[in-house]
């Protein structure tokens, strides 16, 4: 506070009243636009209102969504070519067509195939041990004593930051002394019974599947939760009539609890997919992308803001959103199925 001058205040206090002015504006201007459509009167009434309403969400989608992902999909074919001017001998920087060239370097060269494949088994992982884990978990726990707190305990880690669950792995489980007293509560458990403590986050390849057991942690939760309500959704005269066919637990849940339930198993398997596929904060707090660690989310950020190699960051956003499609048209499938079964 004290190094801040009187030139500071005045020039924050100028941006305060032009972002005050700017929000009044559009405020008032939107108001008019508003209060002209209702005046409409007709036949026209509805549709005039129709497009005053659906204008400036899709004006606000294309400036903040689809200007920026074409922009992208440009940046990822052109490459940045520094030349001397002839004339000053100072370096300017042209942008050229690259045609295909980032993306056969994002898949040829070590580093870059070592990323997206760590990005893969994220995709692959996650949302099958979080699914997994938590659908076995709601069935064993369903209508048990102490049901609430036992949800509870596993959906605590909802409410943590990936920061915050990274610091809580990375100090309290994971951590590693080469010399000296572990700390680490699985390194101690490991010295307690014998062996020799283990390096979670630097030996190769398992360094990355103690990340993914992070985020597994952290969606069992919602996973849980979510499949919880829908087991309960089941009417209980059909488990009832099963039994009383002589099918047993197992063939009860095969039969009759995971089809009424597969839509819901849809919905979490993607949702926990979409979420993994932005990892970053898990890989950033903990290991920075080193020891082959490294995903596409991370080495998005490293090569577009601190390499500035826009153009391969630009590719790895396209490439991550590539992997979205199949999983966005795998979810509309099988919604579309579970709609004609019923």
């Known amino acids: 506070m004290r190094g801040l001058d009187s030139q500071f205040w005045s020039t924050q206090g100028s941006n305060v009243t032009l972002a005050v002015i700017a929000i009044v504006a559009f405020v008032a201007v939107v108001a008019l636009i508003m209060f002209g459509a209702d005046l409409v009167r007709g036949r026209s009434r509805d549709k005039v209102q129709l497009v005053v309403l659906v204008t400036p969400v899709l004006a606000l989608l294309a400036v903040g969504l689809i200007y920026p992902a074409f922009d992208t999909i440009w940046i990822s074919f052109t490459e940045s070519v520094r030349e001397p001017d002839p004339e000053t001998g ?56 102490g049901e609430k707190v036992l949800k509870s305990l596993v959906f605590m880690p909802m409410a943590i930051s990936m920061v915050g669950a990274s610091v809580i ?38 360094n990355t599947f103690f990340l993914i057991l992070i985020l597994v942690w952290s969606q069992t939760g919602f996973a849980m939760v979510i499949i919880s309500a829908a087991i309960k959704g089941v009417p209980p005269e059909m488990n009832e009539a099963a ?24 919905v979490v398997v993607t949702t926990i997919t979409i979420a993994t596929l932005k990892v970053y904060d ?15 989310a991370n080495k998005m950020f490293v090569l577009s803001f601190v390499e500035q190699r826009q153009e391969l960051g630009a590719a790895l956003a396209v490439i991550l ?22």
């Open 90 to 145: 100072i370096n300017t920087v042209t942008t050229t067509f690259a045609g295909l060239s980032n993306y056969v370097y994002a898949f040829t060269d070590p580093t870059m195939a070592r990323t997206i494949l760590n990005t893969l088994l994220w995709m692959i992982f996650v949302p099958l041990l979080s699914t997994g884990i938590g659908l076995a978990y709601a069935v064993f726990i369903d209508r048990a004593k």
């Open 282 to 296: 898990i890989v950033r707090t903990l290991t920075q992308g080193r020891n082959s660690t490294d995903v596409v």
């Open 321 to 342: 959103f590539a992997f979205v499609i199949p999983v966005v048209i795998y979810n509309v499938r099988s919604l579309n199925k579970v709609k004609e079964t019923r």
């Open 169 to 206: 792995w990375g100090s309290i489980m994971y951590n590693y002394n080469q010399t000296g007293d572990q700390t680490g509560m699985l390194n101690a458990l490991l010295v307690l019974v014998g062996l020799e403590p283990v390096s979670f986050l630097t030996v190769q390849p398992w």
């Open 243 to 266: 039994s009383l066919d002589g099918a047993n637990a197992w063939e009860r849940f095969w039969s009759i609890t995971i089809p009424s339930i597969r839509g819901t198993l849809v």
